[in-house]
């Protein structure tokens, strides 16, 4: 309103002051200034001792800005694909999380599935307690969501040895269903029947005891069993047999995790192969193995391939953005291929022994068994193989598509992972983001194809039963080269009932970050 005045001497109104204005956030679209200048000014510092480094935390007070003002710089230097994101002005979100979620691409794969499908966050003191040997809290039991809503499927893929799981009587098994969960029916809809199913499933502490109504496979009644969650350490590397076929003898195990332990486990593996062979075939079972350290896959790959197909070539090189083609850009280090080792490592591998040269097995072929859980660095050891001409005969379903890796990066207390590089094998090969698939896989649900057949996951078998669906499918392609009927399913297929969510018909296999990327030793 204008004020009334002159010379009346009248009582005049005046307007509001106007509000201040929002503080400025100092953005220019496509201005980026140094993340370093922005790096640890938090607005809620830590202080102590970093148990990562065994350093005080470098944090200083800061603010939101600050941290948004680092994930946009930090992105547009690291990101893989730093041009496909949007550029936004970081003073419009008081929440990091909320703003890091933007900066990524929103392309797509040409299957329709998001080109960046592996964006994610991590509180800093969780993912160092999971990054340490692989130790999560659990039963040890690994449950599968075969379908997530009602009608749902909640099935044991597998089990840990001395584990709750397997020290109850009798113990759970692959094949279990599970029906129930501290008194609530599997199937029920409603928000706190689904936060007392979930927390049963997936415990967060170690003193809270939950109730488990089971059907064990084959059995005509259900039982209920108590279980309370322990700091569960995965067994990587297990079922080491050799079957004698009309083919010759054909050595199978199963490999579940690429966590530290696992090197001196496949060596065991390879040696007992060695000695109690030789083995002329080889049927790796990763179909659970979502990956970890990339340097257990190069050893692996070496040991099936032996020094001839191997020694002088590249097993995976990193590729970053552009801006870096020749240079790493989180370690300032010359991009150098990753070998084939064929020699321990040392820490954090094998209890320190470095440089004991590997046992090998000597083949030109390896089958492998997949399912949608089967990525990253277990899809590197396929490709890496392949990039040497081992050949890889594929049998079960198209794997999850991660080509792609990350330094796992703290800022205030939140590790950031966002995707800055892809790894090739020796023939420069590395696009298949929309998973390795068997040759016969249908063709609207296919990634990149290679031989081999499309085989669903079979839980009324246990692993290493020669009639289980994929074991048997690969030794009748070994024997005659033909396959059963596709029945294998992409990550992302509907499961076939109706309003199922688009998870794949092997199910989703619940797993940590650790226990489903590429690491690098530090």
Not at 222 to 234: H, K, Q
Not at 451 to 479: H, I, M, Q, W
Request: with cysteine; proline share 9%; aromatic share 10%.
């Amino acid at each position: 309103m204008v004020a009334c005045g002159g010379g009346g001497g009248g009582d005049g109104f005046s307007p509001p002051p106007p509000p201040p204005p929002p503080p400025s956030s100092g953005w220019e679209q496509g201005v980026f200034n140094d993340y370093n200048s922005f790096y640890a000014r938090c607005e809620a510092p830590r202080a102590g001792i970093n148990p990562a480094t065994g350093q005080p935390y470098p944090d200083v007070p800061g603010s939101t800005l600050n941290e948004n003002n680092f994930l946009r710089s930090y992105s547009n230097d690291t990101y893989l694909w730093y041009g496909e994101i949007v550029d936004r002005d970081p003073g419009l979100y008081n929440d990091p999380l909320d703003y890091f979620e933007l900066l990524k691409t929103t392309a797509v794969t040409t299957s329709g599935a998001p080109k960046d499908k592996f964006h994610f966050t991590y509180d800093s003191q969780e993912w160092y307690e999971l990054s340490q040997g692989g130790v999560s809290a659990g039963y040890g039991a690994q449950f599968v969501l075969l379908s997530a809503v009602p009608p749902r499927e909640v099935v044991i893929a597998y089990t840990e040895p001395n584990s709750p799981a397997t020290t109850l009587n009798p113990p759970l098994a692959r094949g279990a269903r599970v029906l129930a969960i501290d008194g609530v029916d599997i199937n029920d809809n409603t928000q706190a029947g689904i936060d007392t199913l979930n927390a049963g499933l997936f415990p967060s502490d170690t003193t809270t005891p939950h109730t488990f109504e089971i059907l064990d496979l084959g059995a005509a009644s259900s039982r209920t069993v108590t279980m309370t969650a322990e700091e569960i350490t995965s067994d990587p590397v297990r079922g080491e047999t050799i079957i004698p076929t009309a083919m010759g003898d054909v050595g199978y195990m199963v490999f579940n995790d690429h966590i530290a332990t696992a090197e001196q486990a496949l060596i065991d593996a390879v040696d007992y192969f060695n000695t109690n062979g030789p083995i002329d075939e080889l049927i790796l079972d990763i179909r659970y193995n979502g990956g970890g350290y990339l340097a257990i896959a190069s050893q692996l790959a070496y040991m099936i391939g032996g020094d001839v197909p191997t020694a002088g070539r590249t097993f995976e090189q990193q590729q970053f953005n552009d801006k870096y083609p020749d240079t790493n850009p989180l370690t300032g280090q010359a991009l150098l291929p990753t070998p084939f080792y064929d020699t321990t490592l040392g820490l954090p591998f094998n209890g320190g022994a470095a440089g004991q040269p590997l046992p090998s097995l000597n083949l030109s072929r390896v089958f492998v068994l997949t399912g949608s859980g089967t990525c990253s660095a277990s899809e590197a050891i396929m490709n890496g193989l392949l990039g040497v001409d081992v050949e890889v005969i594929q049998i079960g379903s198209t794997t999850c598509g991660k080509p792609y890796g990350f330094y796992a990066t703290d800022n205030c207390g939140t590790t950031y992972f966002t995707i800055q590089f892809r790894g090739v094998n020796a023939k420069d090969f590395g696009d298949y983001t929309d998973g390795f698939s068997p040759s016969n896989t249908p063709a609207n649900q296919a990634g990149t194809v290679i031989p081999g057949c499309s085989v669903g996951d079979d839980f009324d078998k246990a692993l290493g039963d020669t009639t289980e669906a994929r074991l048997a499918a690969a030794l009748g392609y070994l024997n005659n080269g033909t396959c059963p009927a596709p029945s294998g399913l992409a990550p992302g297929d509907v499961l076939g009932k109706p309003g199922a969510p688009a998870i794949p018909a092997d199910g989703f296999l619940p797993k940590s970050p650790w226990h489903t990327n590429r690491m690098y030793v530090p």
